[in-house]
């Protein structure tokens, strides 16, 4: 496949060992048509794929977030206050 061929599909039918897929068609990216939520995202991701270019959020964004997440969980354990800074944890 590569780079030159993207492929998206949905389970059509299941029920036994293997489950039948109907392919879907991957709609082009318009930014003017920027949409919230998942839908938004997917779009985005695969024309920056395409095109080259940086997506609007990125895995070092979520390592972020993430870094956050567990900050808040080992404070609750503490019952204190941490730092989590920018240290990745």
């Keep these: 496949m590569g780079a030159e061929h993207y492929q998206v599909q949905v389970v059509s039918k299941t029920g036994g060992f293997i489950s039948n897929y109907e392919d879907l068609q991957i709609p082009e990216y318009d930014a003017k048509d920027k ?5 938004s995202l997917i779009k985005e991701f695969v024309h920056c794929v395409r095109m080259g270019e940086k997506p609007e959020t990125t895995c070092t964004d979520n390592i ?3 870094n956050m997440v567990f900050g808040a969980i080992e404070s609750a354990k503490r019952q204190s206050p941490i ?3 920018n240290d990745i944890l």
Excluded: N
Excluded at 35 to 39: F, K, L, Q, R, S
């Design 35 to 39: 949409v919230e939520g998942h839908a």
């Design 64 to 66: 972020k977030s993430l």
């Design 83 to 85: 730092d989590i800074g």
